[in-house]
């Protein structure tokens, strides 16, 4: 799964890594948690350019009668993602990429100490999750904008971390996955490749990173001296 991530990339180079025309207002961080407003990058009707908005992390269908779910969304597995009812329209209609620099999982030493990794495609590198978002009309007429982020049976080279991975979208990809107009849900499914394994590097960081309200670059500090494996 990806519950945790980071994006601590400046408002330029994700300007210039994802096509946006305006240079987004953004200040890096490192511990974004499920329910938080998190970014991400869209495009609504055909011919548009890429859009940056923030949404909240976990999916809300549009029929839901309240808030509730989104906490349950914050990720879809993409071998349902088609067929499930939470996220057929979205899969079809609204889908997007969720810039990120790396994100977390937890390695369990003991019944009472968890060990956290970030998992990245390097030290600066500047990626995206391939995800989903929606739009919800509250009773009181509340819009509220939510998105999930699409997963996959983790690699090998990760799988002692944990047994699901995000899927990451590859740069070439971008154009067609944020086409509105991607009328083939197979050729859809097809861009939901898992990235190869020789590419992700990982390491441990500092236990700080588990209280999801600690924030700042001392996320990615190492509990002792150690490098990317």
Not at 21 to 35: D, F, G, L, V
Not at 104 to 133: N, V
Not at 185 to 208: D, F, H, Y
Request: proline share 8%; net charge negative; charged share 25%.
């Amino acid at each position: 799964m990806c519950g945790r991530f980071t994006l601590n990339a400046t408002p330029e180079q994700i300007a210039e890594t994802f096509g946006l025309s305006i240079r987004p207002e953004w200040s890096p961080r490192y511990n974004i948690a499920p329910t938080q407003l998190i970014p991400i990058v869209r495009v609504t009707t055909a011919n548009a350019a890429r859009e940056w908005q923030m949404v909240h992390w976990g999916l809300l269908p549009s029929w839901s009668r309240d808030r509730t779910r989104a906490a349950s969304l914050i990720n879809a597995r993409s071998e349902t993602v088609a067929e499930k009812p939470s996220f057929r329209e979205a899969f079809r209609h609204r889908r997007c990429l969720i810039p990120a620099s790396g994100f977390y999982e937890w390695e369990t030493i003991d019944k009472k100490t968890k060990q956290p990794y970030l998992i990245a495609r390097g030290e600066q590198s500047l990626f995206a999750f391939a995800g989903l978002w929606e739009r919800w009309i509250s009773p009181e007429q509340e819009v509220v904008e939510t998105c999930t982020i699409l997963t996959t049976a983790a690699d090998e080279a990760i799988k002692h971390l944990h047994e699901r991975m995000p899927i990451i979208m590859e740069p070439e990809h971008y154009e067609e996955w944020l086409d509105p107009q991607l009328e083939s849900m197979a050729r859809a499914e097809e861009l939901l490749r898992p990235t190869q394994p020789a590419e992700w590097k990982w390491r441990q960081v500092s236990t700080a990173v588990n209280n999801a309200r600690t924030e700042g670059p001392i996320c990615l500090e190492p509990p002792r001296d150690q490098l990317f494996q």
